[in-house]
């Protein structure tokens, strides 16, 4: 089990074009994630919750933060 002290965000983002994406790109790959506040995003005014947050295991990070990084 990952503890969420384990955990780094590698994107921030409103698009939901972009999570989707991110999701895609680390599934791939065969990373891990969490993308925290994904279900909010397809809600009416979702623009209040939030952007989502894509977390990895901080043992993923710098891969999935290069596979990310053409992302912007």
């Keep these: 089990m990952t503890a ?3 955990l780094v965000t590698v994107l921030t983002a409103f698009d939901p074009v ?3 994406i991110s999701k895609s ?3 791939g790959a065969g990373i891990w ?3 925290e ?3 909010l995003q397809n809600m009416p005014f979702s623009y209040l919750s939030g952007p989502v947050k894509v ?3 901080a ?5 999935a933060a ?5 992302l912007g």
Excluded at 59 to 63: F, I, N, R, S
Excluded at 66 to 70: G, K, N, P
């Design 55 to 57: 977390w990895v295991r």
């Design 18 to 20: 972009k999570v989707s």
């Design 4 to 6: 969420i002290k384990d």
């Design 25 to 27: 790109i680390l599934e």
């Design 37 to 39: 506040g994904d279900r």
């Design 66 to 70: 290069e596979l990310l990084s053409e």
């Design 59 to 63: 043992d993923d990070a710098e891969v």
């Design 33 to 35: 994630y969490y993308a």
